[in-house]
């Protein structure tokens, strides 16, 4: 069916006052956007930030009066309301907010593809495909960051490699060592939805079996072939002592989620366990990767 589509303007209020007043009016769903060009790229775990400008739209069932929306959100917040309004024909929206993600290669044979969607017919190649739908927790390969890390997984091969994934989001990284040869993979992270992603893509990707998943607190093992890290300059920093310990000698390092001006900083504080690689960087982020001394 059809829906009421509400456009409300804040005029100074706060996006999550309105956003009550539109379910206090009866929305039955209600949308936060950026109104600007300000996009918050890989967040903290368990956050949820606006931007500085956010855009507030409320659907509602088809034949609601405007009119008396507007009135009831003026009574509700204490002042007058401004709104655009339009008829927005139903479709699948369960798909719907996915038809401008398309499969993406990394490298030369390593695919994220959402469900339904292939590599094209003459990939050479033959296509190494992750199956993966960008979900609550962050990691498609859209980001920098993320690309970077797939790219070296591309590139390296971890054949028959027990890999560690620090802050494994969706489980991107560790899916993908396991389709590229990988014996075992074992994900941390400190968001319980993490978690929950990341077993829901793996078992769509039929590497279940071979992937372990637990709360970044849990205590690691050792001896790992690859340590992948995709998280954030400060934590990367602080982990170092215990990433090291967590790598076998020659085992190789990958770290992400920080940006251009950052990398030093972060180098430096692997340099007494890691001979560095020359650092990679893409639209203002660096991806660091080494060799455990």
């Known amino acids: 069916m059809p829906f009421l589509q509400v456009h409300v303007t804040l005029d100074g209020l706060e996006p999550e006052i309105v ?149 494994c989001g969706s489980g991107i990284l560790a899916i993908a060592a396991l389709l590229l040869g990988a014996k075992t993979a074992h994900g941390l992270d400190i968001d319980p939805q993490a978690l929950i992603a990341s077993t829901d893509n793996a078992n769509r990707n039929g590497v279940m079996d071979r992937l372990t998943l637990a709360d970044a607190d849990a205590p690691w093992a050792a001896g790992y072939d690859t340590v992948l890290a995709n998280i954030l300059a400060e934590p990367l920093i602080a982990l170092a002592p215990r990433i090291a310990a967590a790598i076998r000698p020659g085992g190789g390092l990958v770290l992400a989620g920080l940006l251009n001006e950052q990398a030093e900083a972060v180098t430096a504080a692997y340099l007494p366990w890691f001979r560095m690689d020359t650092p990679r960087s893409r639209d203002g982020w660096t991806g660091l990767s080494g060799r455990r001394l």
């Open 19 to 167: 956003e009550d007043a539109c379910f206090a009016s009866g929305a039955l769903s209600v949308t936060l956007a950026d109104a600007g060009d300000t996009p918050i790229l890989e967040p903290l775990p368990g956050t949820t930030p606006l931007w500085p400008a956010t855009a507030v739209s409320a659907l509602y069932e088809d034949g609601s009066d405007p009119e008396l929306i507007a009135a009831s959100l003026t009574e509700i917040l204490g002042c007058d309301i401004e709104l655009r309004h339009e008829t927005l024909a139903d479709r699948a929206w369960e798909r719907e907010w996915l038809k401008d993600f398309r499969p993406m290669r990394f490298g030369e044979r390593l695919w994220i593809c959402p469900g339904g969607q292939y590599p094209p017919a003459d990939t050479a190649p033959e296509p190494t495909i992750v199956w993966l739908d960008p979900g609550l927790a962050f990691g498609t390969g859209t980001h920098a960051t993320t690309a970077l890390c797939l790219e070296w997984l591309d590139r390296e091969k971890p054949v028959d490699h027990r890999v560690l994934d620090v802050g």
